[in-house]
Structures are given as C-alpha cells and as structure tokens.
C-alpha cells in the first residue's frame, strides 16, 4: 500500500488540480493509517471541484473516512510487525 501512496503522490505532482487523483490519494493515505493527511486530501479534492457524483462521496469520507472495511484493513496492517 505504501507503493501506492508514493505512485499516487507522484500523479499529485503531475496534475495537482485534478480531484480524482487527489480524491484516491486521500483514500490510500487513510488506508495506511495516515488520516489527518486523508482528510486534507478529501478537503483539497472537494475545492477543486469534482462532478456531482464524486463530490457527494468525497463529502462523506471528509464526515466519516473511510467504510469500516477499509479501515479495518489498515489498522491490521499497521499492527503487524514491519507493518506500517
């Protein structure tokens, strides 16, 4: 997981007014157990003005993060030794 916050930090870096990559970096940043920096992502994908159906999502996630699954993934990998 941690390959894919540093490939979707890079796309950030390459196109940083697109919402989607910003909306999917915040998503890979809670999953590693990085939710304050998720949720500066979701904010920053929000003002950058998705579609419709995007920005409703986005406003759940910056409400209540990620579904519980997901969550739960991360913390489990977090608590394994080496994890996280």
């Known amino acids: 997981m941690e390959e894919a916050v540093k490939q979707l930090e890079r796309a950030v870096e390459l196109k940083p007014e697109d919402p989607t990559i ?17 949720r500066f992502q979701w904010s920053h994908a929000r003002d950058l003005k998705p579609e419709p159906e995007d920005l409703v999502k986005i ?12 969550a739960s993934a991360a913390e489990a990998e977090h608590k394994k030794p080496g994890g996280g």
């Open 22 to 38: 910003n909306d999917h970096l915040g998503d890979a940043y809670w999953q590693v157990g990085r939710m304050l920096e998720a």
């Open 59 to 70: 406003e759940a996630k910056l409400k209540s993060g990620l579904p519980d699954d997901t």
